[in-house]
Structures are given as structure tokens and as C-alpha cells.
């Protein structure tokens, strides 16, 4: 229901405040915080030409800035790999604001004692899941590599955990269950309940046309002014040379071939041997030896290392394969393991986590197939694969082709493959002289480059989409762009003059009516002098809150009710392009949201979201003002350009 006054405040809690495109890449995690995390120290003289911009004892240098564009152009290049640094400028001053709101927080935390441990920054860090080993526990190593992953130091992490931390310490209870008083929500709710009354009469184009005739000069001079909206865009007849599946479908493995393939693939293809483990991990060598001493006595392994108390830890794994207890236990345990018979006592061995000792409670042969059941599997692998390799082997041939100085069809030639010819295409891939012609969707990219390339440059070899082949082409023709010839398209040029001058007389009719409604005259009376047949006028009635209800589709005339002043009228042109609308506010009858108290209620609640986030605003806009933000406006630009001129 509020989405009519929404409009005007789309923006939620937090997406303008921080730093959301740096949060964004920790994802997944919850914020942390620590004290005194800032560049530091700025010093009392002015900015360098690195400052972008100072508050309090904090700064945003350039680099900064840098790394946060070159994270968001990573993320834009994962949907758009074409993506640059122009792709993203208009995000340049979100990110740079959203770099002062951080530093503006941690230094109004410094200046007031809010001060953040580093041991609590520590612990939320090894919350995050990219930062844990096996053991779901934080792992220093896997940090590291989450580092290096996201182009991260550890201090910038910090800062961006600080600042996310500092937002949740001192915004959310700003901005947190904001209370919208009856006397704020009363004055919207009556709004709501306004209703008005008027009058509508449409303009059609239609009757204008009538008797409408234009001379040869005229179309001519139509023709002349609007030459850009009779622009053929630019056509080419592209060469096409494929190397896919078809130019190696004769390529097939042998017998030998398959049961080589065979013999090398015994861990997919031969019985799979499963055992049922149990082990006792102690760290020393002589509690390892006295267990597994129990242990061959007989019993189970529990019990025989039940004396070792909580030193001892003891596992049952089931159904392990030799490779997934390799990966828990290392290679040299997995040997000694699986070459032990059922009922063995291995150990103890010393691992990376201590001293091992396992008891082989059971083993189990499953699966597996013979060359001949796994022959055709094998026979469309290998297949598949020499194909692929073929196809490369061939690429590679003619591209040694062409930089050898060969032409289009002597590198064809070269690799015996065939060659295409399309008739004139745009750069959509269609042929606008023959409708018949369809190129596959595998083909867009290779459109794409053909239209690239000047005629006398080197042809290129393009990937097809589907991956299963590349395509060498060249231009073989260029038609420029130009305006089609008047002789071809004079009825869509005079349909268009007929249109035009109908516009243009519907619009006079139109203004001269609504100027005659405007000044007092009905609506009825204002299209009785127009000299053509109208559509009969037609009342309009509806109340605000019916408005606000149906968002975005709302009818232009109904819309335009409510803009205008009692006894106003206006012209709007038809969303359709059909003709004009005219509309008169008759009456204006306000609304009374203390008949409906349930409505003023909804109102409270509804609007809440826009105050929580207008005082998020407000303490945002005082904590900068308090901290004293300076914004080095000659060097931002500097930076601006630079990285709109490619980030070089």
C-alpha cells in the first residue's frame, strides 16, 4: 500500500553505511571487532596526493580504493567477462563513501573510548568457514590461502570485520524499533483516504489522419530530417571454416588402446577392497606399543586401550577404500593397512597426529568389471578424448597456417577442412534479404569476432559456445551502415509523414482543450470546437489508497488525476503511443484517518522502515560531521579518471 510513497526511500539499513562491495567477499561470516585498526596516524598537515580523503586519525589512501574497485570488477567479471574498469564508475563513489563511513565509525570509537579487542576480532576470524582445516577448527595455513584467494592481508580484514562490527554497536540501536508517532502516521493515513473526482477524454491520432496526403517534396524533405531512423546497420558477408566433431569422426581407439586404458584403470574399473577399521591415536610410542600388545592378545581395540584413559583416542571407520583412508591417515598408513589381513593388528605407526594403532576388523571385496563389460565405457572416453585432441592438433595447424602469411582459403586448405560463405548478416547473425537463413546460437561469438575484424586483417580462430569446436573466419564483404534508399522504403516513409503531422495536430487539439478546461470550462465543452470526432468524455473517481494499491499500474489518466489542482486540466500523452489523454480534477475531497484508526496503525508500521533508516542517516551524517571529515577533491578525481581511463 505505501509503495506510492516508497518511491522516494528504497534504500534499507546498511546498504549505503559500509563498505558492502568489501563485506560482500566475506560473506558467510559474522562481524568482528578490534581497536585502533585504521591506516593510522595521518599527521596534522595536509593530505598527500594518496589521500583520498582524512577523518579523524584515520585515512582512505588510493591504494585502498584501488583494491576495493579491482574486488568489484572481479565480481561484475564473473557475470560479464567483457566487464573493465568503465563497466564499474558509477560504482567509484559508493565504494569511496562506503571507505569513509568505516574509517568515519573507527574513529569515532577511538575519540570516545569505544574500543574493540583484537582477541574477539580473533575469534570471529576463525568463524569464518574458509579459514578452518580438517579438524573444523582455525587453521593458520587455510587463512593464509583465504587470503591470498581474495587478494586480502590480514589487516585489511580487519578493518573491514571492525567496521562491520562498529555498524552493529552503534547504528542497529540508533535505527533499531523506531516508533513513528500517531501524530506523524495520522496526516499519510489521510492522505490515503483522499478521493477525487474528474473528467477524461482520449485524443486518438486516427481522426487526424484523415485527408492527410503528402507531395513528393515533402516526402523527400521527411526523408532528409529523419535519415537516422532509416539506418541499415552494417552487413557482412562472413567466410566460415569449422573444425569440430565431424572433421574427426573417423578418429576411433583401438583394442589395444582400450585395454590399455583398462589395465591403467583398475582403481575405477577393478573390485573395490572395503574394510572396517577400528584405530587408537595416543601420543607416545610406548602407550601405542602396550595397546597394540593388548590388542593381538585378542579383544577389541576399545578395550585394549581403555588403560590409556583420555589419552587415547579410538575410531571405528567403516567401508573405507584404500584412497579415502590414505586421505584421513597418509599413504604410509594406508600401505601397511590394507596389506594386512582381516583380524591384523597394524601398529603402531607414527602419523602427523601421533602414534596409530589399527585393528582390521573385516574385509570386504565389492564390485568391479571385466574388459568387456567395461568396453564401451572406455571405447567413448578414449574416443572423446583422441577426438578433442585431434580437433587441437588441427587448430594448431592452421593457425601455424596463417602466421605463416597464408590467406583464408589456403589455411582451409591446409587442414582440408570446408568453406562457408553467409549472404549479408547484421551483427545479430540474421539476413535481412533472406529470411530463410539461420545460424546456430553456437555460432553468436564467432558473428561477433567476424564483424571485429577489419577485411584485411589476419582471419581469427574462434571457440564455439558449445565447446565442441572452433570456427576460422573472415569478412569476404563489408556493406557500411547507411540509410535505406528512399525508392525502397518510400510507403514506410509517407506511413511515417501521415503519423508525424497527425501527432502534431492530435497534440494542438489536445493542449488547446485542457488550456479551455484549465480556465473554466467543462470538459464536454472544451472538445465540442476541435472539428473532429472524439471519444465521449468519461468520469474518473477514485480514492489514493486505490492508487497506491495497484504500484506501477496505474492508467496514465488516472495517475494524472492526482496530480493535478482542483479544476486543473493537462494533456498526457497515451503510454502507447496511440495519441493523448485529457484530464480535469473536478473535486478534491480530503480524507479523515481518525474515522479508520486501523489505517493510521498500519501507517506506523509501515513507514518504519523508512524512519529506521533516516536515522541511521542522521547519526551517520553526525558522526562524520563530529569526526570532521575532508575529502582531497583534486586527487579523488585524479583517481576517478585514471581508473575510468582503464586503471593504468
Excluded: C
Excluded at 566475506?26 to 577523518?55: C, E, P, Q, R, Y
Amino acid at each position: 500500500m505505501l509503495s506510492f510513497f516508497r518511491r522516494v526511500s528504497k534504500s534499507k539499513i546498511g546498504t549505503w553505511i559500509m563498505a558492502a562491495i568489501l563485506v560482500a567477499i566475506l560473506a558467510g561470516f559474522a562481524a568482528a571487532d578490534l581497536s585502533n585498526f585504521g591506516t593510522g596516524n595521518i599527521g596534522f598537515g595536509g593530505m598527500g596526493s594518496s589521500t583520498l580523503a582524512t577523518v579523524g586519525n584515520q585515512e582512505v589512501s588510493q591504494r585502498e580504493v584501488d583494491d576495493a574497485m579491482q574486488r568489484r570488477l572481479q565480481d561484475v567479471r564473473q557475470q560479464n567477462p567483457e566487464a573493465d574498469y568503465s563497466s564499474i564508475a558509477g560504482d567509484f563513489e559508493t565504494i569511496l563513501n562506503s571507505l569513509i563511513d568505516e574509517r568515519s565509525l573507527i574513529a569515532f570509537g577511538d575519540k570516545f573510548g569505544f574500543h574493540l579487542s583484537k582477541r574477539l576480532v580473533d575469534a570471529e576470524i576463525a568463524q569464518i568457514p574458509q579459514t578452518k582445516g580438517l579438524n573444523g577448527k582455525f587453521d593458520d595455513q587455510a587463512y593464509q590461502s583465504f587470503l591470498q584467494r581474495q587478494r586480502l592481508t590480514d589487516s585489511q580484514v580487519r578493518e573491514i570485520l571492525a567496521g562491520g562490527l562498529l555498524q552493529k554497536l552503534l547504528l542497529t540501536p540508533v535505527a533499531s524499533n523506531p516508533h513513528l508517532s500517531v501524530g506523524m502516521a495520522t496526516p499519510y493515513a489521510s492522505m490515503m483516504l483522499e478521493s477525487r473526482q474528474g473528467d477524461a477524454v482520449a485524443v486518438p491520432l486516427e481522426p487526424f489522419k484523415a485527408g492527410l496526403k503528402p507531395t513528393d517534396a515533402q516526402v523527400q524533405q521527411f526523408y532528409t530530417a529523419n535519415r537516422n531512423h532509416y539506418m541499415i546497420p552494417e552487413q557482412r558477408v562472413l567466410r566460415f571454416a569449422p573444425i569440430g566433431p565431424e572433421q574427426v569422426a573417423n578418429i576411433t581407439a583401438s583394442d589395444q588402446e582400450i585395454a590399455a586404458e583398462y589395465n591403467r584403470s583398475q582403481a575405477i574399473y577393478g573390485a573395490k577392497d572395503l574394510r572396517n577399521l577400528s584405530q587408537a591415536v595416543v601420543p607416545d610410542q610406548a602407550t601405542a606399543n602396550a595397546i597394540a600388545q593388548r590388542a593381538k592378545g585378542g579383544g577389541t581395540l576399545a578395550a585394549a586401550a581403555a588403560p590409556a584413559g583420555g589419552n587415547a583416542a579410538v575410531t571405528s571407520l567403516s567401508g573405507q577404500t584404500r584412497q579415502a583412508y590414505a586421505g584421513v591417515a597418509g599413504d604410509k598408513m594406508a600401505g601397511a593397512v590394507f596389506s594386512a589381513p582381516s583380524g591384523a593388528v597394524v601398529g603402531p605407526l607414527q602419523s602427523d597426529f601421533g602414534w596409530v594403532v589399527v585393528k582390521v576388523e573385516s574385509v570386504k571385496k565389492e564390485g568391479g568389471k571385466t574388459l568387456a563389460q567395461a568396453r564401451e565405457e572406455i571405447a567413448a572416453k578414449l574416443n572423446t578424448d583422441k577426438r578433442k585432441a585431434a580437433i587441437e592438433e588441427m587448430v594448431a595447424k592452421l593457425q601455424d597456417a596463417l602466421d605463416g602469411g597464408h590467406s583464408f582459403t589456403e589455411a582451409a586448405a591446409a587442414v582440408k577442412i570446408p568453406v562457408t560463405e553467409t549472404p549479408l548478416i547484421n551483427t545479430s547473425g540474421a539476413a535481412p534479404g533472406d529470411p530463410n537463413f539461420h545460424l546456430s546460437p553456437d555460432y553468436a561469438p564467432v558473428v561477433k569476432e567476424g564483424f571485429e575484424i577489419a577485411p584485411n586483417d589476419e582471419p581469427e580462430i574462434v571457440a564455439l559456445t558449445s565447446k565442441q569446436g572452433y570456427v576460422m573466419v573472415s569478412p569476404a564483404q563489408v556493406v557500411p551502415a547507411a540509410p535505406a534508399p528512399l525508392a525502397k522504403i518510400h510507403d514506410q516513409v509517407v506511413t511515417d509523414w501521415i503519423n508525424d503531422q497527425a501527432r502534431r495536430h492530435a497534440a494542438a487539439a489536445a493542449t488547446s482543450i485542457a488550456a479551455k478546461a484549465s480556465a473554466g470550462m467543462s470538459l464536454a465543452e472544451a472538445v465540442k470546437g476541435v472539428g473532429v470526432a472524439l471519444p465521449p468524455v468519461q468520469p474518473l473517481a477514485a480514492r489514493r489508497i486505490q492508487i497506491a494499491a495497484q504500484g506501477g499500474q496505474v492508467p496514465a489518466p488516472l495517475r494524472l488525476l492526482f496530480t493535478l489542482g482542483q479544476g486543473k486540466s493537462r494533456m498526457v500523452p497515451d503510454p502507447g503511443g496511440r495519441g493523448f489523454y485529457i484530464v480535469k480534477t473536478n473535486t478534491i475531497v480530503p480524507g479523515n484517518a481518525l474515522l479508520q484508526p486501523a489505517l493510521i496503525g498500519r501507517m506506523q508500521t509501515e513507514l518504519q522502515a523508512s524512519v529506521a533508516d533516516e536515522y541511521a542517516r542522521q547519526f551517520m551524517s553526525a558522526v562524520k560531521a563530529e569526526m570532521k571529515v575532508r575529502r582531497n577533491e583534486s586527487a579523488i578525481a585524479a583517481e576517478k579518471a585514471r581508473l575510468s581511463s582503464g586503471g593504468s
